[in-house]
């Protein structure tokens, strides 16, 4: 895992850590700013920023917890850092597939005038991505795909069965049961 360190001021001068979580829309370099985990008095964040070797990185820091009228603690020294220097991490942005439950909604889109490229870019674009993002993830999955697809395709289709959906001597590797049935 890649890593670089920045000093206060060159993560300062990114706009690292922002303000606040909001600073994100109106910035070049700062690209994302996540919440990691809420401690007691205070909550670790992780902003992610371009830098000027043009990577992105991430960092993670300490900011004061926004609870209204309840108590709270000071705001955390130097944004929790230790040192002079602040250890970034490099990170790439992937769509990430997260299984949850969600409310059952009929698929509108199973008929036939449905591509597969406009499916998976459906799927892209429920995971979070724009709409540009989703389609160019989901033509760049399935052209590095396409060779395995077309191959398990004629594979699974290459089979002769009889009526009965038993193999054929000459096919033996139906995947219906070859074994007589009582």
């Known amino acids: 895992m890649p890593k670089r360190d920045f000093t206060r001021a060159e993560l300062a001068a990114l706009g690292v850590p922002p303000d606040s979580p909001q600073d994100v829309q109106w910035s070049e370099t700062l690209l994302a700013d996540e919440p990691v985990a809420t401690l007691k008095y205070t909550q670790k964040r992780r902003a992610v920023f371009l830098a000027d070797d043009e990577r992105t990185y991430a960092v993670e820091y300490e900011a004061p917890i926004d609870a209204g009228d309840h108590e709270t603690g000071p ?8 040192g002079d220097t602040v250890k970034a991490v490099q990170v790439v942005r992937r769509p990430v597939v997260v ?3 969600l409310t059952y909604v009929p698929a509108f889109h199973d008929g036939p005038d449905t591509s597969a490229l406009q499916e998976l870019t459906e799927v892209y674009e429920e995971g979070g991505l724009r ?6 993830n989901a033509a760049e999955l399935l052209a590095k795909h396409a060779a395995e697809l077309a191959a398990t395709a004629d594979t699974a289709w290459s089979v ?19 074994t007589p049935r009582p």
């Open 99 to 101: 299984e949850q439950w």
């Open 131 to 136: 709409t540009r993002d989703a389609r160019q």
């Open 160 to 178: 002769t069965c009889d009526d009965e959906g038993h193999a054929i001597p000459h096919s033996p590797d139906c995947h219906l049961s070859t």
């Open 75 to 82: 705001a955390p020294d130097g944004h929790g850092w230790h």
